[in-house]
């Protein structure tokens, strides 16, 4: 009798303490992780989308002579497999679930890294529910870059979530305390090949952290995205990036041709580790 009772217990703490397998650091911290959810569509909504499709455009300075990015991505939401087209430049990605590719890649990030960058960036609110997701503390606070106060909560991984990203890297959330959509968040990235394009000492572990600003969100057929970011200095003395995202496309059709590898693919053979 008495190990049937520690059996229901331990069964009780996890299952009282884990929901969709992350880890909150507090019961604070899950009730506003909810209501923001709640707040961009509810989890339940987004967990049933097929296909995720969209257009992102980024300005910045810093990307040389052609000083926009414009890709096209269609993600398959259960497996987070995904393609993008790239017009300007003429290149194409694919990832499979597995490996990255890209045909005349001629973007400066590798297709391992930047297979998911923009995903994440429109899908935090639902993605704090992802497996090996770590929800910290919560903090009120007033920051200059928002209007309204916000609750401050970083997140942070016990696994690299998805090819191409690092356990390095962390997400610390801005959620408006008053209607609690996410205004904005602090992001680092330690992906190791991409701190080698940007020539960061070897020492340095991660780039960053920026602040990135949700400066508009709109309704997208019932869901909450942020469609104009802007990319900042933590002091919002710099601003590096504009981003705007439009062209949004709910379960469409998937194109499982674009998991078939071309004769002219080059796979991005890199990993988390820097050279």
Known sequence: MKTKIIGLLVVFLVVGNSFGQQKYASKETK????????????YEKWKNLKTFSFTTAMYSKSLGFLRFWINDQTVDMKTRRSYQDWPLVGSQMSYDGKEAWGVNWRVGNPPNHQHSVFFYYLNLPWLTQDANVKLGEVKKLKHPAFKNEVYKIKMTYTKIPILGKSIRDTYTLYIDAQNYI?????????????LD????????????PLLRINNYTADINGLKYPVLMT???LDLKEQYGDHAIYNFKMNEKFDESRMIKPKNAVVDTSTDVRK
Do not use: C, R
């Open 31 to 42: 009730d506003v992780i909810e209501k923001m959810m709640e707040a961009h569509g509810g």
């Open 182 to 194: 996410l205004s904005g968040y602090e992001y680092t990235v330690g992906y190791g090949p991409l």
């Open 197 to 208: 394009i940007l020539k960061l000492p070897k020492d340095k572990k991660v780039f960053g």
């Open 231 to 233: 990319t900042n200095s």
